[in-house]
C-alpha cells in the first residue's frame, strides 16, 4: 500500500508560480515513474508531467517551458515547479505512481490561477 500525501497549492496570479510536492511512504518499493495530472472542472483528469527512476521527465505540451518535474529518489519525493502560470492551469494537481499493476493518487490538491 503506498500512500500519498501533496502539498503547495494555492491561488496566485497570472504569471505567477507555485510549487507543490509530494511525498510517497508505505512501500519498501521505488516506483519507476512519477507523475502529476491534473483535473479542472467539467474536463476530464490529464497528465502534466512524468519522471522516471532513472532521471527521464516528460512533459504535456501545454506546460512545455513552464513546469518543471523532479523528483528524490531517496527521499520518496517529486515535486512540480510551476511558472508563467496561466488561468488556464487551474486545477486539481494530483500525484500519481503505479505500483505492481496498482495505480495510487495522492488526495489532490488546488491550484486556482486569477486573470
Known amino acids: 500500500q503506498v500512500q500519498l500525501v501533496e502539498s503547495g497549492g494555492g491561488l496566485v496570479q497570472a504569471g505567477g508560480s507555485l510549487r507543490l510536492s509530494c511525498a510517497a511512504s508505505?512501500?519498501?518499493?521505488?516506483?519507476?515513474?512519477m507523475d502529476w495530472y491534473r483535473q479542472a472542472p467539467g474536463k476530464e483528469r490529464e497528465l502534466v508531467a512524468v519522471?522516471?527512476?532513472?532521471?527521464?521527465?516528460n512533459y504535456a505540451d501545454f506546460v512545455k517551458g513552464r513546469f518543471t518535474i523532479s523528483r528524490d529518489n531517496v527521499k520518496n519525493t517529486v515535486s512540480l515547479q510551476m511558472n508563467s502560470l496561466k488561468p488556464e492551469d487551474t486545477a486539481v494537481y494530483y500525484c500519481?505512481?503505479?505500483?505492481?499493476?496498482?495505480?495510487?493518487w495522492g488526495q489532490g490538491t488546488q491550484v486556482t490561477v486569477s486573470s
Open positions: 500519481h505512481v503505479r505500483l505492481f499493476q496498482t495505480d495510487y
Open positions: 508505505g512501500s519498501r518499493f521505488r516506483t519507476n515513474i
Open positions: 519522471s522516471t527512476i532513472g532521471g527521464s521527465t
